[in-house]
Each structure stands twice: as structure tokens, then as C-alpha cells.
Nanobody
Framework: QMQLVESGGGLVQAGGSLRLSCEAS????????MGWFRQAPGKEREFVAA??????YYADSVKGRFTVSRDNTKNTFDLQMNSLKPEDTAVYYC?????????????????WGQGTQVTVSS
């Protein structure tokens, strides 16, 4: 079992930066993937970024602006978000999985945080 808790959301102006952090209660050392997803009002939850055994991966919409990282010693993984846009406004969720597979699939992650709101004003 793993419990995840996000922090770091908030309100920021367009062009600004935020850093989200996800703290895991269990060890993340053996986890195949740690992911970030987001859900805007009226939309489905979508993949943002993931860090796996083989590297980091990003949705096209955030590539070059967001950076995902993990610290196995602290059991945390972060999402640095730069050059934020109003369309980045959403509730952001961290997620984790031990099994390999499609790192971008919402359905394949069994462990989720409660979500943190990110609002980008224009």
C-alpha cells in the first residue's frame, strides 16, 4: 500500500511558476512510475508527466515547461511548472504504480493523492 499527499498548489499569474510536491508514505524506490495528472472542470483526467525506470515523459502540452523529478531517499516526487498558462488551470493529482505498462494511462495507476488546485490567471 502507498498513500500519496500533494502540496504546493495555488494561484499564480500567467507566465509564473509553481512547484508541486508529492510525498509517499511507502517506499517509492521500487515503483515503476510516479505520475502527475490533471483534471479541469468538465474534462476528463489527463496525463501531464511521469518519471519511470527509463526516464521522464511529458504530455505535448507541457513539454519544455514542466519538469518531473523524484527523490527516492525522501520518498517524494515533484513537478516544477514554469511559464504557466491559463489553460494549465486544473486539479493536479500525483499517482504511483509498481507494475510496468503505459505510464500515461489513468486506469493503470492504483495509488492516487487527493489532488491540489492550480489556478493560473490571465
Amino acid at each position: 500500500q502507498m498513500q500519496l499527499v500533494e502540496s504546493g498548489g495555488g494561484l499564480v499569474q500567467a507566465g509564473g511558476s509553481l512547484r508541486l510536491s508529492c510525498e509517499a508514505s511507502g517506499r517509492i524506490f521500487g515503483a515503476y512510475a510516479m505520475g502527475w495528472f490533471r483534471q479541469a472542470p468538465g474534462k476528463e483526467r489527463e496525463f501531464v508527466a511521469a518519471i519511470t525506470w527509463s526516464g521522464a515523459y511529458y504530455a505535448d502540452s507541457v513539454k519544455g515547461r514542466f519538469t518531473v523529478s523524484r527523490d527516492n531517499t525522501k520518498n517524494t516526487f515533484d513537478l516544477q511548472m514554469n511559464s504557466l498558462k491559463p489553460e494549465d488551470t486544473a486539479v493536479y493529482y500525483c499517482a504511483a504504480r509498481y507494475s510496468s505498462g503505459n505510464y500515461g494511462s489513468v486506469d493503470e495507476y492504483p495509488y492516487w493523492g487527493q489532488g491540489t488546485q492550480v489556478t493560473v490567471s490571465s
